[in-house]
Every structure is written in structure tokens, then in C-alpha cells.
């Protein structure tokens, strides 16, 4: 009898890691699909691009990667995460897309954050002291992961100045730079982790990041030419 309770437990936590995974891997398919809708209207244009979809997918992608690091007890994650939230938002008032948007789409993104601070201050039963110390995680390795996201959230704080800067919302050349000083650091911080969702993400952007790159060299030398 004590065998079978053990294997129903066994399964119930292989079963709620699953959902776990789920809710990470559908969050990177929204900041995936963002960066190949961006890749490719770049290669179309030979110039890189800024689509309203890409601020669009950021913002559901960041509310779903949040959940998924607070499920999984990283907060490095949630710290990027949180951080980042306001500057996809104000990519897209720079755009002149808010306004025009689907309604649901206003309400999600305005309530989730609400809401998941509600949760996590009056129903969270986390130990958020476990996040720096104790059999969670090594603090170094909490150290490495918050570095990594400092610099890929760093990314879109030099975004949001260099577009308030032009008035107009834009992927400039440092971007993609610190995009892929990060997503190095975050891929070594996950292959410690053992984080499949992160190593997949930041081993796929890793390419597009140099891409955009090629392209804004491209683009430069037959600006000058």
C-alpha cells in the first residue's frame, strides 16, 4: 500500500512539473514567435524592424514567464520579468498601438499584474528567504542568473531611452548587443539549472540576436556606400 501511495506522489510531481514546463514553453513561444515575426519582416525590409506585434507577444510572454518562475522558485526570472513589464507597455503607446487594441488584450495586460501581486501577498506560501539561501538553489548560481537577466533586461531599459530619445519605438544596434551578452550568461546559468525552457530559448534567440546584427552592419555599409 505505502508503494502505490509513493508512486501516485511520484507521478503527481512528475505530473505538476509537466504543467510547469508548459507554462514556461508557452511563454517562450510568445517571445519566440516575436522574434521570428521581427527576423522576418527585417530580412524582408535588409533593415532591422520593430513590429507592434513583437511589444504585443513581450507582454503576454512576460506575465506567463513570471508565473512559470515563481513555480519553479527563480527568482532571477521573476525579477526580470517584473522589471521589463512597463517598457513593453510603453513601446507600444510609442507606436501609437495601445489605444487601438483588442479590448481583452488591454484587460489582460493591465489586471495580471494586479492580480499576481495580490496573490503573491496574500495567498503565496513561498519561502521567498529559500529563493537566496538553503537546498533551492547555490547563491552564486542565483548571483550568475540575476547578472544574466540585469544585462537582458538591461536591453530593453536602453531600448526605451534610446526610443524616447527618437520619439519613435525602435531595436538599435546596443540591443541586440546586450541581447546576446545575456542570453550567453542566462544559457550558462540554465545548463547549471538544468532548465530546459531557458536553455531552448536562449540557445534559438542566441541566433537571431547575431542575425539582427548582420543585418544592422548590413545596412550601415550600404547606408555609407
Keep these: 500500500m505505502a508503494y502505490f501511495g509513493q508512486l501516485f ?16 514553453f508557452l511563454a517562450q513561444l510568445c517571445f519566440s514567435a516575436r522574434l521570428v515575426n521581427q527576423w522576418i519582416l527585417s530580412e524582408k525590409k535588409n533593415k532591422v524592424q520593430t513590429p507592434t506585434l513583437f511589444w504585443q507577444l513581450s507582454l503576454l510572454g512576460a506575465i506567463l514567464f513570471f508565473v512559470y518562475g515563481y513555480l519553479r522558485k527563480d527568482l532571477s526570472i521573476m525579477i526580470g520579468q517584473a522589471l521589463i513589464y512597463y517598457i513593453y507597455f510603453r513601446n507600444l503607446q510609442l507606436q501609437g498601438q495601445w489605444k487601438p487594441s483588442n479590448i481583452f488584450f488591454k484587460i489582460a495586460v493591465i489586471l495580471s499584474p494586479i492580480l499576481i501581486t495580490a496573490y503573491l501577498v496574500f495567498y503565496s506560501d513561498l519561502n521567498w528567504s529559500r529563493l537566496f539561501t538553503g537546498d533551492n538553489i547555490a547563491i552564486w548560481l542565483v548571483i550568475l542568473g540575476t547578472i544574466g537577466q540585469i544585462i537582458y533586461t538591461g536591453r530593453f531599459v536602453y531600448q526605451w531611452w534610446y526610443s524616447e530619445q527618437h520619439d519613435e519605438s525602435s531595436l538599435p544596434w546596443g540591443f541586440w548587443i546586450m541581447s546576446l551578452t545575456g542570453s550567453v550568461i542566462i544559457f550558462t546559468y540554465a545548463c547549471f539549472r538544468t532548465d530546459p525552457v531557458l536553455l531552448s530559448a536562449h540557445f534559438f534567440g542566441g541566433i537571431v540576436y547575431i542575425r539582427n546584427l548582420f543585418i544592422i552592419h548590413k545596412s550601415r555599409k550600404k547606408a555609407k556606400a
Excluded at 9 to 24: D, K, L, P, Q, T
Aim: aromatic share 24%.
Design 9 to 24: 506522489y511520484f507521478n503527481a510531481e512528475r505530473m505538476n512539473m509537466w504543467i510547469v514546463y508548459g507554462i514556461g
